[in-house]
């Protein structure tokens, strides 16, 4: 499958297709700890909210996509979104969630701020890996990491770095290319809300 990948960067025009594959899909762990988090049970709202935050943010900017087929297949971001609440977009999403969602945003963001880690000053930071569904398996997340490795060299980074939900099995998969766990943070707040434990910061050095 890996053979008849190509990579490329991506387009305005991909920014729905990039937005759905980072969303996931409902039982899909990282799907299913964010819409927990953020108090959403309605999968299509999610998916709706989703695509403007990162239509407004111009994720497609950072994305690198994975394609098979002519097909989106998988995608590696190398920057974080910078979410901004705009006002008009608290009302688009109050207007979907409702008033209560609205008021437990802030606390929500706050359980999320306890468990994040940071990154080594200088590493390329690999803040979103996702493939499709229907193509998991098959060794395109792999083929997508040893792309990441070649931006990051290309770019003189000495490290790479990322950061996983505790309960991931992408872990194993990180492992195996190289990367260790430097750093935990776990909260059980957070866990009370979001399933599981919180996040690794995980590590590959560049020799
Ligand atoms: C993680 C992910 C990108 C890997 O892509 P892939 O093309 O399936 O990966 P490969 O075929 O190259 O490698 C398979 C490895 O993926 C990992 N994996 C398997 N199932 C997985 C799942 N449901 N969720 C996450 N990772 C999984 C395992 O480490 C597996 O290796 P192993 O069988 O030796 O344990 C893909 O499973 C995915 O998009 N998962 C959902 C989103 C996600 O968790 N992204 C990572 C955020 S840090």
Avoid: C
């Amino acid at each position: 499958m890996t053979a008849e990948l190509a990579f490329v960067a991506a387009t305005e025009a991909d920014s729905d297709r990039l937005s759905d594959i980072m969303l996931g899909e409902p039982g899909q762990l990282t799907t299913d700890v964010g819409m927990r988090l953020f108090g959403m049970s309605d999968h299509r709202k999610a998916q709706r909210l989703w695509r403007i935050i990162n239509r407004n943010g111009e994720a497609w900017r950072h994305v690198t996509l994975a394609k098979s087929g002519g097909e989106t297949v998988g995608i590696l971001m190398n920057a974080s979104l910078d979410v901004s609440l705009s006002a008009s977009l608290l009302l688009r999403a109050t207007l979907m969630f409702g008033p209560l969602w609205l008021l437990r945003l802030p606390g929500r963001m706050k359980l999320q701020r306890r468990v994040q880690t940071e990154g080594p000053a200088g590493a390329y930071s690999v803040s979103e890996l996702h493939v499709a569904p229907s193509a998991r398996g098959g060794g395109i997340g792999a083929a997508l990491l040893v792309e990441a490795e070649g931006q990051a060299r290309a770019g003189g980074h000495d490290a790479m770095t990322l950061q996983t939900l505790t309960e991931n099995p992408a872990i194993h998969l990180y492992e195996r290319f190289g990367f260790e766990v430097v750093e935990t943070r776990t909260d059980p707040d957070y866990e009370a809300i979001a399933g599981v434990g919180g996040y690794h910061r995980m590590v590959k050095r560049l020799a």
